[in-house]
């Protein structure tokens, strides 16, 4: 985002700042997110640019479209050994997954880096958590 831009939301009173301050991550956490969304991206440029349809890809490595869809969005739900043992199945290496850690992928939220100011308040106790809810207790 632009300096001007910047400027400009923060005056109209929105705070800008990057997903991991929003959600109060931690230097692991954001790594451990970084890695996840890395070995995602990997896996869908990989099945595009061997033509695979998600189904086809479901086939090859035994689960359904809907769950490499969310392999591929870095669902929650999906473990990272999942991740790369489907990327095991459709060719990568050992030393193509270690370069793709060494190069990492740094997420940017672009649609997501600003916060409006009534949403801020962190995971505290009682406060909104990340999507504006109370936690529960």
């Known amino acids: 985002m632009d300096k ?6 923060e005056a109209a009173g929105w705070r800008v700042g990057s997903v991991a301050e929003f959600l109060e991550l931690t230097p692991e956490e954001e790594e451990f997110i970084e890695f996840k969304l ?33 392999m591929e969005a870095a669902h929650h739900s ?31 939220p672009t649609a997501s880096g600003v916060v409006p100011p009534e949403v801020i308040g962190g995971r505290g106790k009682g406060k909104p958590g990340a999507r504006g809810r109370t936690p529960k207790r």
């Open 4 to 9: 001007e831009k910047k400027k400009r939301l």
């Open 38 to 70: 890395a070995l995602s991206r990997e896996l869908k440029d990989r099945r595009i640019a061997r033509g695979m349809t998600q189904a086809e890809l479901a086939e090859k490595i035994g689960s359904s479209q809907s769950r490499v869809a969310r």
């Open 78 to 108: 999906v473990t990272i050994d999942l991740l790369v043992r489907s990327l095991c199945t459709i060719g990568a290496t050992r030393a193509e997954l270690g370069n793709l850690l060494l190069r990492g992928v740094k997420w940017d």
